[in-house]
Nanobody, 126 residues
């Protein structure tokens, strides 16, 4: 079964940057659309961004457009989420997930994803 591993979270000051990574040791992510999601305490899990299996299609939540960039390096079997200009409201546990049924494009709806990582904490605070 596909297992995903996130890394790169941490504590950063407002305005700072972090890069999250999503990997799948022992599996290839080439044929999967990948999504990044986040969940803050007391809130529902929300879609942040997604990227198609080819990398040719991406989507972003309005709250992160212009600040976050999703990318993938299939040679390294890794998907990245570059987060710039971070705000306190970006504080959450961030998860990556894989969608093996997407033929073209990608989704930011959690229900479309069958494999999830364990999450990595991102805290934006001064």
């Amino acid at each position: 079964q596909l297992q995903l591993v996130e890394s790169g979270g941490g504590l950063v000051q407002p305005g700072g940057s972090l890069r999250l990574s999503c990997a799948a040791p022992g599996f290839t992510l080439d044929y999967y659309a990948i999504g990044w999601f986040r969940q803050a305490p007391g809130k529902e899990r929300e879609g942040v961004s997604c990227i198609s299996s080819s990398g040719g299609s991406t989507k972003y939540a309005d709250s992160v457009k212009g600040r976050f960039t999703i990318s993938r390096d299939n040679a390294k079997n890794t998907v990245y989420l570059q987060m710039n200009s971070l705000k306190p409201e970006d504080t959450a546990v961030y998860y990556c997930a894989a969608d093996g049924l997407a033929i073209h494009g990608c989704s930011t709806s959690p229900r479309d994803f069958g494999s999830w990582g364990q999450g990595t904490q991102v805290t934006v605070s001064s």
